[in-house]
């Protein structure tokens, strides 16, 4: 199976900074990236799906890599709010029939 | 309002009980999912169903029964629960199977086993 890891650590940043989250994975190469947002209380909500032959996707103040050498994604969000803090989740699926593998999430703290 | 409706928000039940979680979609998506959320842990695929054929389920415990009626609804039936299988129960819709595509979430169901 797929192994992601993202930083289980919180981020804190200070507003109007860009936050950059990250995402490794291990074994195979994903045919799909997302990033989903998710709320306390709340389920995830989608964000952004970049393809394996993609290298950048931006969406307003958003913005994700996909590095298939590295195995990694970054994740940024350029002019922080503090309306961002939020959990940031990455999920990786294939082609096949729907195995999407979450990571854990990283935390983001945007400080007024 | 995602489109994805989970009842209850929250359940406590004890180990010998037997309860449900529902989960209905308004979206005219195709496949269904359960997945569990444990706190620090990344959310566990349980259960994936399309056109209301389960296609996946991830060697997860009998006491786990789900049940797809049509491709609305999505029901887990619970019973002879374990403390350790407290944790939030998220339910999630995609317009087919396909890798690539989105996936919409419900706002969960907070379980606790005591």
């Known amino acids: 199976s797929q192994k992601i890891e993202q930083n289980s650590e919180a981020l804190n940043i200070q507003e109007g900074k860009t936050a950059t989250l990250t995402c490794n994975y291990t074994n195979y190469s994903p045919a799909y990236l997302q990033w989903y947002r998710q709320d306390p209380g709340r389920g995830p909500v989608f964000l952004l799906l970049i393809r394996e032959n993609e290298k950048e996707k931006r969406k307003e103040r958003l913005k994700v890599t996909f590095d298939t050498t590295l195995k990694q994604s970054l994740f940024h969000i350029t002019a922080s709010q503090p309306a961002d803090s939020a959990t940031y989740l990455c999920?990786?699926?294939?082609?096949?029939?729907?195995?999407?593998?979450f990571g854990s999430g990283t935390k983001l703290n945007v400080k007024p | 309002e995602t489109g994805v409706t989970q009842t209850p928000r929250h359940l406590v039940m004890g180990m010998t009980n037997k309860k449900s979680l529902k989960c209905e979609q308004h979206?005219?998506?195709?496949?269904m999912y359960w997945y569990k959320q444990s706190a620090k842990k990344p959310l566990e695929l349980m259960f994936v169903y399309s056109l209301e054929e389960r296609v996946e389920n991830n060697s997860v415990p009998s006491r786990f029964s789900p049940e797809c009626p049509n491709s609305s609804h999505l029901f887990l039936h619970l019973h002879t629960l374990q403390p350790e299988d407290s944790a939030l129960y998220l339910c999630a819709s995609s317009q087919d199977g396909a890798g690539g595509n989105i996936q919409y979430f419900g706002a969960g169901t907070r379980l606790s086993v005591l």
């Open positions: 979206l005219g998506h195709n496949a």
């Open positions: 999920a990786l699926s294939t082609d096949n029939f729907n195995k999407f593998y």
